[in-house]
């Protein structure tokens, strides 16, 4: 995650009233789910990138008896964690500097985290250097179906996983360059659908969410640029390439 001035979405109140401490469309299902794919053993050693309050390391040491560690670069969010349980094994850094040894992790899930990185070449670097050959790395994240929606989108004044949405090609292009095989690719843009029916639900409308969230009189601007971008869902599955 980024450390600058701007208005941090993942980090105000009007989205933690809807998603609680797992803070992205698809929730801990979309985790299982994507766990299914990669059949981790029990003990394996995975970390969560963007780990938020650790609601989903929490759910990884519990029901899939992984031995599971979240890095987070917020402040306000890790001290959420730690105030709830102590005893979460969760860090304070940045998701592009990993604190880790080299190919230590049998898997790194980036759930709506990686699209919030300053440079994600960084951290790509660092998601390969960190994992075990042949291993996986999880990505679910916003994505922009529209090439011509991408400059709005990053015009947008504040962070969040809607200003950093990438093209499907840019995300597959990025990953290859890297040294990572994707394996699985599924759209989940109803769990977007249903995430953005829960804001409407609890706030009124969208553009109410917006403003509670980013106190920003742009709000045109915004739902311009989210309809210009067709934003959808994704999650991937890639596999450290062997070398």
Not at 73 to 78: C, D, H, K, P
Not at 102 to 111: G, P, R, V, Y
Not at 149 to 158: D, H
Request: hydrophobic residues 45%; neutral net charge.
């Amino acid at each position: 995650m980024v450390a600058d001035e701007r208005c941090r979405v993942y980090e105000q109140t009007a989205i933690r009233e809807v998603t609680g401490d797992v803070i992205r469309p698809g929730g801990l299902a979309l985790t299982d789910e994507a766990l299914a794919l990669c059949q981790l053993p029990a003990g394996a050693r995975v970390l969560d990138v963007g780990c938020g309050p650790g609601a989903t390391v929490e759910h990884l040491i519990a029901r899939h008896r992984l031995a599971a560690f979240g890095l987070d670069a917020s402040e306000l969010l890790f001290q959420s964690g730690k105030g709830r349980d102590m005893a979460l094994p969760l860090i304070q850094a940045q998701g592009e500097c990993l604190p880790v040894r080299d190919e230590s992790l049998d898997a790194i899930l980036a759930e709506c985290s990686l699209s919030l990185f300053m440079n994600i070449d960084q951290a790509l670097t660092g998601f390969r250097r960190a994992l075990k050959p042949g291993e996986y790395l999880v990505v679910s994240d916003v994505y922009a179906r529209n090439p011509g929606g991408m400059v709005a989108l990053r015009r947008l004044p504040f962070e969040s996983c809607v200003r950093g949405a990438m093209l499907r090609d840019e995300m597959v292009d990025q990953l290859r360059a890297h040294g990572f095989e994707i394996t699985v690719w599924q759209d989940h843009s109803d769990a977007l659908k249903q995430f953005a029916a829960q804001l409407i639900w609890t706030h009124g409308s969208l553009a109410q969410f917006w403003c509670r969230a980013t106190s920003s009189a742009n709000l045109v601007d915004i739902q311009q640029a989210i309809t210009q971008s067709k934003l959808g869902y994704f999650l991937l599955v890639a596999r450290k390439i062997r070398r």
